[in-house]
């Protein structure tokens, strides 16, 4: 089985940054495209961004290009810096590797969640002065 654990969420305020790591057990980032959700109170999870393990294709979604940046190690852990936050970036985030494809799912500009996928627990950003 895959797992999948996400860290660095907590509490900044607007226009910091914050780091946060999913680190990917039970095989390399080589088999899997790794990606970022998130949810707010009273919003539908939205895809935030995407890094494909195949060719490191990345996807951002237009709330957060610019200010966010994904990225991933030679081993198992992907990073999504996170600058310039705004208090509507306060949610939990949420670290997904798709079990079935190495790359991302985007259908119409929108990055979708993975069929067959592993879910991190979650980890709570707040920004917020």
């Known amino acids: 089985q895959v797992q999948v654990v996400e860290s660095g969420g907590g509490l900044v305020q607007p226009g910091g940054s914050l780091r946060l790591s999913c680190v990917v057990s039970g095989s390399t980032l080589n088999y899997y495209g790794i990606g970022w959700f998130r949810q707010a109170p009273g919003k539908e999870r939205e895809g935030v961004s995407c890094?494909?393990?195949?060719?490191?294709?990345t996807y951002y979604a237009d709330s957060v290009k610019g200010r966010f940046s994904i990225s991933r190690d030679n081993e198992n852990t992907v990073y999504l810096q996170m600058n310039r936050l705004k208090p509507e970036d306060t949610a939990v985030y949420y670290c997904v590797a798709d079990r079935l494809y190495s790359g991302c799912t985007v259908n119409g500009g929108t990055l979708r969640p993975p069929l067959v996928a592993s879910w991190g627990q979650g980890t709570q950003v707040t920004v917020s002065s």
């Open positions: 890094i494909s393990s195949s060719d490191g294709t």
